[in-house]
């Protein structure tokens, strides 16, 4: 698999926020260093490879290389258009988890990808969200394929069981008609393995719960509206979601222990990102909010474009990478000081 440059297509924003003034106000300076498209494309997950290279994907497959200084690759191979949901590093492989129920093995040490199909049940249900367990097998997290683009149909949930080597099909350990199971949390102090499915009729989200290696799920904890991601948090975990299946309205945030802050207007928050007392979160409007996890006060920073931000990762210790609609990618530096605009002058695109 040879990566090509790509192109013309990216939207890179460098987010200069003065790290003083997070607990109060901030100040911000934007500035575009590539035009983007208006079109379709979304990019919805993104992962740390090594320290200096993160994969992003989504839409019909596309597939993008970031190092920490902002250069940019497309990774080409062979993907029939499927669009990923999930990507996820493991030792010397990346597994990446597709809306139409594959799934890609890339072996790092070879650079070779060997694409996993199964039978054509699957081919309708969205793998949403990927774990490997401390035994090796891989669960995926998912439902019917069109809940996960947005779409009415019955979620017909799942949670399955892949061993790595792919010798068997999915094993079914978990599903719902009625709910859709949008993520998986192994808590790093236990063995328990957590997940997250919503009830579309209930407009609830049932916590699920493992603690052999999710072989078999009980009841753990029932939470109000669509939790669309899970974070351990110490002892206690955070979610992230919507209030509902109106995902373009109220998003929320809350934790296992009943605190619940619904943030008006944001839509879905998608995923989110815990930095000192803060959560940074990525909203379905386009914007980003700052939690303050103490005050539960609430920062918003609003993008001129509204369009959705799906993902956010740490890639060195000032700085953050946000992924989102229109293959947007974003760079938020924080820094201790003021930067000035001629610091991000290296921050090109390779033509």
Known sequence: M????????????????DFLAFHKSYGQKIQMLNKGETTEFSLYDICKINDNEFWTGGKSGILIKIDTLGNIENIKYANSNSTILKILKHNDYVLIST????????????????????????????????????????????????????????????ILKIDSNFVKEPEIVWKSNLSFVWSLLE?????????????????????????NNGNSWEKDAIAKGLIHKLVPNGDSVLYSGCKNIFYKKNGLMGNLNNYLKITK????????????????TCNNDGSLSIINKITKSIQNLKFNNNFPVYDIIRISDQRLCLV?????????DINSSTVQSKDIQNYQQNN
């Not at 040879?2 to 926020?17: D, G, Q, S, T």
């Not at 139409?100 to 054509?120: A, P, Q, R």
């Not at 790093?188 to 916590?207: D, R």
């Open 2 to 17: 040879k990566p090509l440059f790509y192109k013309n297509i990216i939207f890179i924003f460098v987010l200069l926020l």
């Open 99 to 158: 809306a139409d129920g594959k799934i890609y093995k890339y072996c790092i040490s070879t650079s070779k990808i060997k694409k996993y199909e199964f039978n054509k049940h699957f081919k309708k249900v969205a793998f949403y969200d990927m774990l490997i367990t401390k035994n090796g097998n891989i669960l995926v997290a998912g439902g019917y394929y069109r809940i996960a683009k947005g779409k009415i149909g019955i979620p017909k949930g799942v």
């Open 187 to 211: 808590q790093p102090k236990s063995n328990k393995i957590m997940a997250s499915a919503y009830h579309f009729l209930k407009s609830k989200t049932t916590i699920l719960s493992s603690e």
């Open 265 to 280: 207007q944001t839509g879905c928050i998608y995923s989110f990102l815990l930095f000192n007392n803060n959560i940074i």
């Open 324 to 332: 989102g609609h229109a293959k947007m990618i974003f760079f938020l």
